[in-house]
């Protein structure tokens, strides 16, 4: 894996993305660097993957500390969910305020573990009242490629 090292014009810039986006505060005096790894741009704060890009959008990684709204799944989707499944509806035991499009978390409702971080195909409000269909499009999982950079940490 090659890094590049964000120059502090970068790092400044990523750091006020972040805050806008998700009101993260991004440590700017630490290790800040990128790596492509199959062909995603993945930006590490030190060692731990922070976020990466989809599409022109920032997405962030399971580990990175990031809060976002949620979604938490029963026990019978975990299985679908952690190997990249997107999220159906029936699935769904509680959720988070959210909007069509946000980038959300996906976790398990028994232990309140992230699972998966995706996009929401529809509103909170909406899912609500919906009883069946796809309502999360999966991003990133447990298991993934950019997971496994995060399980020695």
Sequence with gaps: MKKRFLKNKETRELAEKL??????????????HEAEIDGKKIIFSGDVPLIFWIDDRL??????GIVLP?????????????????VMRPGIVGMD??????IVYVADSEHGVN???GEAL????EI?????GKVIKSLHFVGDKTWSLMTGL
């Design 128 to 132: 609500e009242r919906m009883k069946k």
């Design 115 to 117: 699972l998966a971080v």
């Design 97 to 102: 305020e959210f909007n069509e499009g946000d």
């Design 19 to 32: 805050s806008s986006l998700f009101g993260f505060s991004l440590d700017k005096k630490g290790s800040v």
């Design 59 to 64: 997405v962030p990684t399971l580990k990175s």
């Design 70 to 86: 949620g979604v938490k799944v029963d026990k019978g989707a975990v299985k679908f969910v952690s190997s990249g499944a997107d």
């Design 122 to 125: 529809a509103s909170s409000e």
